[in-house]
């Protein structure tokens, strides 16, 4: 368990190479949680009300946070805390997620509305318009040709995001879907219900392929193992339950949470998973039905999610479409007893204020994410230093290192951090430099080519 906000967690996220973890809560703070090192955490703050959705870029570069402010903002996950403001919506926004190049961000909001926007640029692209009631959620398929988004309208509309028209819609009268996602090979989406359902749809023939009833309350998250094999549920009813699509079962029920649990993610490789629900905590989960690794699940799903290739279902082909009404038998885990090492103090958390942040209104905004500089990381630390006497604090028990010693490791992490920007920095520029070295070799040949011609 991971211990630091005070509220809700509303959105858990790993980064691609599962080494950190950015949750998300009705605090109005992310936590970004280093994983590997276990030494520590950064809070990030800027949203003026309640976040209510976060997502890594496929290269970890890059963060999206959604916020019931009415903005979506796009962070650099790193010691600064340099974020971009991105307005539009004019209601609280209920997710947000990159396409699969990190190129464009979609936000779904209550105004009604889906929204694309430039990361490069933080400007607005194109707005979606057809559902008639809140949207909850909207995801890019993963080759980034259709968008899915789910309304309280009961409605799941399929967009193309080329012609930018809706070319299909699936209709749930039980009750309204809260959560939509693709599976890995983009073939399939899966909805969760309030009527505490989930539903796996083929977006191709239009069919409901799988309906479980496995839990007692409205399901609020649903996740893919990459794999596309499994599906893991987060439910008001307390539980997590991971079902076996191939199976078509319910294979484990979770428990751990006290109280409704409201988002969970799998890890890109498949062998962790998070959930986050409404009693502040934040679990880490190890799966033990792993049997891909990440370079092989890609290779395996990378026919099917090319851009060139037409879709296929290879992973989830059940012969018709499945009502399950009989309750199923699953392991259950209870995390409560099941957690080693509760003896451990939390990690100490790093409150990360930015200087400053870049608002984007309308589509006129067109500058580039802010660059972190080595000036606006040590005045920031001044600020921070100067409100709050330290810009580190402890959360938990007490683990008795001096002051000092604390102050002097958050040096070294930063330092660690600027070094480690500024290698990435002047590597850019290094390729961009060799690039246009190449160009110029090429144009110096094509001229002696048409001198030794003439």
């Known amino acids: 368990p991971f211990r630091g906000h005070t509220a809700a967690v509303t959105g858990v996220a790993f980064d691609p190479n599962a080494a ?7 605090d109005r703070f992310l936590i970004l949680w280093k ?18 959705s976060v997502e890594f870029s496929p ?6 946070s959604a916020s019931q402010d009415h903005t979506v903002r796009l962070w650099i996950p790193c010691i600064h805390g340099e974020s971009s403001v991105l307005k539009g919506h004019t209601a609280p926004v209920r997710s947000v997620s990159f396409s699969h190049d990190g190129y464009s961000v979609v936000s779904a909001s209550n105004d009604k509305l889906i929204k694309i926007w430039s990361v490069c640029y933080q400007r607005l692209l194109f707005t979606l318009f057809q559902h008639t009631g809140w949207v909850c959620c909207a995801k890019f398929s993963p080759d980034g040709r259709i968008i899915a988004s789910c309304a309280e309208d009961k409605s799941i509309n399929i967009w193309d995001t080329r012609n930018k028209i809706c070319i299909n819609t699936f209709s749930d009268y039980e009750g309204f879907p809260t959560f939509v996602d693709f599976n890995p090979s983009g073939t399939c989406i ?47 009813d307390g539980t997590l339950k991971i079902l076996d699509l191939l199976g078509e079962r319910l294979s484990y029920t979770l428990h751990g949470h006290k109280g409704p649990v409201l988002s969970v993610a799998f890890s890109k490789g498949g062998d962790k998973f998070a959930s986050g629900g409404v009693d502040a905590q934040v679990l880490l989960w190890k799966t033990n039905f792993d049997t891909l690794n990440y370079e092989e699940v890609l290779e395996h799903n990378f026919r099917r999610a090319h851009i060139d290739d037409p879709p296929n279902l290879l992973d989830v082909y059940p012969r018709s479409s499945h009502i399950h009404d009989e309750r199923f038998k699953s392991v259950e885990v209870d995390a409560t007893f099941d957690v080693p090492d509760i003896q451990t103090p939390d990690p100490v958390i790093i409150d990360i204020r930015a200087p400053s942040c870049i608002s984007t209104p309308g589509v ?43 102050c002097a490791l958050d040096h070294i992490v930063g330092q660690l951090e600027m070094l480690t920007l500024t290698i990435s920095i002047l590597e850019k520029r290094l ?14 040949q094509k001229m002696l080519l048409k001198e030794n011609q003439n």
Request: one cysteine or more; aromatic letters at 4%; glycine letters at 6%.
């Open 190 to 236: 899966a909805s969760a219900g309030s009527n505490n359902t989930v539903k796996l749809w083929d977006i191709r023939t239009n069919k409901l392929l799988q309906h479980f009833k496995v839990h007692r309350a409205g399901v609020n998250c649903i996740s893919f193992h990459p794999s596309g094999n499994y599906l893991i549920t987060a439910s008001s």
């Open 20 to 26: 950190e973890l950015v949750t998300c809560s009705v």
């Open 431 to 444: 390729t961009c430099t060799e690039d246009r070295l190449k160009e110029c070799i090429k144009d110096q």
């Open 364 to 406: 006129d905004k067109s500058e580039e994410l802010p660059r972190p500089s080595a000036s606006s990381a040590r005045s920031s630390k001044r600020k921070a230093e100067n409100e709050n006497g330290s810009a580190v604090l402890s959360v938990g028990q007490h683990r008795g290192i001096s002051s000092s010693v604390d």
């Open 59 to 64: 290269d970890g570069q890059v963060l999206a």
């Open 35 to 52: 994983l590997k090192t276990q030494c520590s955490a950064y809070r990030f703050s800027g949203h003026a009300e309640a976040v209510t």
